[in-house]
């Protein structure tokens, strides 16, 4: 907040910052952010987003997967009334940043630290309680298998932070945020990080740092966005909170040569009601007249 909002908005010009300037703001950022992130989440939650969880929690609630040791999102959704089931692989220290990775100022560590990179590892729990008497549990993206979890909301806050993008390498198995669409029955997902084309970073591009190409590929294919809001960042994050809605499927089969039925080609297609639709027609501010 003590940035200048013309400093803010042009960061990442040469033209309106200066080297020296960029570099003071960025070694600020990057050890407030690890401080921040440790204590708290790699997002920020404000009432707005509790607001948009409620609304499709409401009914049947929200179930988190890799809350963090913290478990920031999912207590404050709590806080609000919201009923909410957490998990994380590792409760003891999951979803902090290890001494050595990426600092919240330095994107470019995350490609070159990959095996130092993981989610901390902390001793071996089934559960915690925190003093707000609100409980997480042990378990990753297997966890929405469990009875009745299907009607629950799947909330998902920077789910593959760890997951490096390497091209010597495939990082799908790696994904948690694939594993759980994998194991995921139900209708509504809720992402909060970056999503394709978002970062400003090129090392991350074009799929953000938040979660993967595997997961981000099969949600935009299994499900359609009906929302999305900007969150507070930092300098070079673009994160948003999103919500996705299951696709109905629709086949069509085209017969082929008559008698042979293996020539027969069937075909799926999505079907979005118009009322789920986002709007098709967006213009940045400097050519928005033109619409």
């Known amino acids: 907040k003590n940035i200048p909002t013309k400093t803010r908005q ?10 020296s300037t960029r570099s003071e703001i960025w070694s600020q950022q990057a050890d407030l952010g690890e401080e921040l992130v440790n204590k708290h989440a790699w997002a920020t939650p404000d009432d707005r987003c509790m607001k948009i969880i409620q609304h499709f929690g409401s009914k049947n609630g929200i179930i988190e997967i890799g809350c963090g040791s913290n478990a920031y999102w999912a207590r404050m959704m709590s806080a609000h009334g919201i009923d909410v089931i957490a998990y994380d692989s590792c409760i003891g220290e999951g979803g902090q940043i290890t001494n050595g990775g990426e600092k919240a100022g330095n994107p470019k560590q995350r490609k070159n630290t990959a095996k130092e990179k993981k989610r901390k590892r902390g001793p071996d729990l089934n559960s915690k309680i925190f003093d707000d008497g609100f409980e997480i549990h042990s378990g ?3 966890a929405l298998k ?3 979890m299907y009607k629950r909301a799947l909330f998902l806050c920077y789910p593959d932070e760890d997951v490096m993008e390497d091209d010597t390498r495939d990082d799908s198995a790696q994904s948690m945020g694939a594993a759980c669409l994998e194991h995921y029955k139900g209708n509504t997902v809720i992402h909060v990080g970056e999503l394709y084309g978002d970062t400003p970073s090129m090392d991350q591009a074009p799929w953000g740092r938040s979660s993967g190409s595997e997961f981000q590929q099969r949600l935009a294919s299994e499900y359609h966005c009906i929302l999305r809001a900007k969150l ?6 673009n994160d948003t909170i999103s919500v996705w809605k299951r696709t109905e499927l629709c086949s069509i089969v085209f017969q082929g040569d008559e008698g042979d039925d293996e020539s027969d080609d069937e075909v799926e297609y999505r079907h979005i009601p118009e009322d789920q639709r986002l709007p098709t027609d967006v213009a ?3 050519v928005k ?3």
């Open 10 to 19: 042009n960061f990442f010009s040469n033209k309106h910052t200066d080297p």
């Open 232 to 237: 507070n960042n930092w300098l070079h994050v």
């Open 146 to 148: 469990l009875k009745n």
């Open 140 to 142: 990753g993206p297997k």
């Open 284 to 286: 940045a501010p400097c």
């Open 289 to 291: 007249h033109l619409l």
